[in-house]
């Protein structure tokens, strides 16, 4: 029986158990020992995290060849095109080469999403909007990079879902446990 917690990451906490700096860690919300995070979040995106005590499930969640995909809602810097959509959906040039196919569409603002604290910083003239991005890989800050590659910078990143699992009934902060049989 493997153990998984589900945790809410809230912004600017390390997706880790060991200090660093005065950076707030995993450690400051959760005790539980012998797990891991399958995935890390950088320390600016919020949202959902899967920890395990299970290695092997550790790295099926986070192989891109399990296809496991991760569901994130992005609220990015001016109204997003349908060109940059349809190349969000096609796979971006990034540094270490392109991106796998992503599903990607615009959405209204999430209702039920909590404040983020500081939040955005609001620009008077300068639209914003959100997209629902969902990927296969988990290459470093690969939404961000990827937005920003098609003209459109994210600024706030939350991730919803990671294959199964989602942030459902979870606020920033608080974690489940859950039993899985494998």
Known sequence: MSQIILFNKP????????????????????????????GRL?????GLMVLTDDGKLQARITSPSSKKYKIYWAQLEGDINRQALIKLQRGVDLKEGQTLPARAKKIEAPKDLWPRNPPIRYRKNSPTCWITLEIREGKNRQVRRMTAAVGFPTLRLVRIQVDQ????????GEYKIMEQTI
């Open 11 to 38: 912004y600017r906490v390390l997706s880790q158990f060991s200090p660093e700096g005065d950076k707030r860690t995993l450690a400051d919300y959760i005790d539980i020992p012998d797990v891991y995070p399958a």
């Open 42 to 46: 950088d320390y600016e995106s919020e």
């Open 165 to 172: 699992w989602t942030l459902e009934g979870l606020k920033p």
